[in-house]
């Protein structure tokens, strides 16, 4: 029988060691890499498609709570059990939500049995569990896939989201990209650092300039360090203007 794929991410190498070598006692399981971060996981996870990540949710930059959520943008998504050094409390909410985890520090026969049971997560479950245990729900980075890659844009670099067909445009610092995500639901999950402008497009408030009018009485806002200004709706005007006053 061909042994499963797994990848080990967690940000001390003591810990993938110790992961490792458990491995190594249980039938079935490969561990075919290793990560540090949550940008390697999801690159890693990109090129090889490992069956199963044993991730650690508490990583620099990027935790694994949003890791795992940008795992679920794949074409082949593998299913993710957490690796948590939290109390009781907080395993009880992962127990809540039938999420894979691995309480530190981490017994065989409790990884063992954790593989069998592995199961995709999703989107529901991981914001659920976001709420419960005081983690940001917002992600800091949005996953565009660019051909075979995937490009991770930091939140805090996007100008703007504008509705394009049946994608998303995301103008950023660096350029444009697009992702196959709701408006509606990304205006939700950032509402407090983007506003809607019109029925297609949020913008960044930390990236408004000022609104302008023409002799037509039509709106269109200005965003920073961008040649083009945006067409503002006349419904969403007055909200507009109240933030332009209040200095964003």
């Not at 930091?154 to 196959?180: S, T």
């Not at 037509?216 to 709706?233: E, F, M, N, Q, Y």
Request: proline share 4%; net charge neutral.
């Amino acid at each position: 029988m061909n042994s499963l794929k797994l990848l080990i991410a967690d940000d001390e190498q003591p810990a993938r060691s110790r992961l490792r070598q458990l491995l190594e006692e249980i039938d079935g399981w490969q561990a075919v890499a290793e990560a540090q971060n949550g940008h390697e996981v999801i690159d890693i996870c990109n090129r090889i498609q490992p069956d199963v990540v044993l991730l650690d949710i508490r990583m620099p930059n990027m935790d694994g709570i949003e890791t795992a959520r940008h795992l679920g943008t794949l074409d082949k998504t593998p299913a993710v059990i957490f690796t948590t050094a939290y109390d009781e409390y907080a395993v009880d909410a992962f127990d809540a939500q039938a999420i894979g985890y691995l309480l530190k520090p981490v017994r065989r026969e409790r990884l063992e049995r954790a593989l069998k049971l592995a199961a995709r997560l999703t989107l529901p479950q991981l914001s659920a569990l976001a709420q419960r245990d005081g983690i940001a729900q917002s992600r800091t980075h949005i996953c565009a896939r660019c051909g075979e890659q995937l490009r991770l844009i930091p939140v805090d670099r996007i100008r703007y989201f504008q509705a394009d067909q049946k994608y998303v445009k995301v103008c950023h610092l660096d350029g444009d990209d697009l992702i196959d995500e709701s408006l509606k639901d990304l205006e939700i999950e950032f509402a407090d650092r983007f506003l809607r402008i019109h029925r297609n497009a949020l913008v960044a408030i930390q990236y408004l300039d000022r609104l302008e009018k023409d002799e037509g009485a039509t709106h269109s806002v200005r965003i920073k360090d961008c040649p083009d200004p945006l067409p503002v709706s006349r419904r969403h005007v007055t909200t507009l203007k109240r933030r332009l006053r209040k200095g964003i």
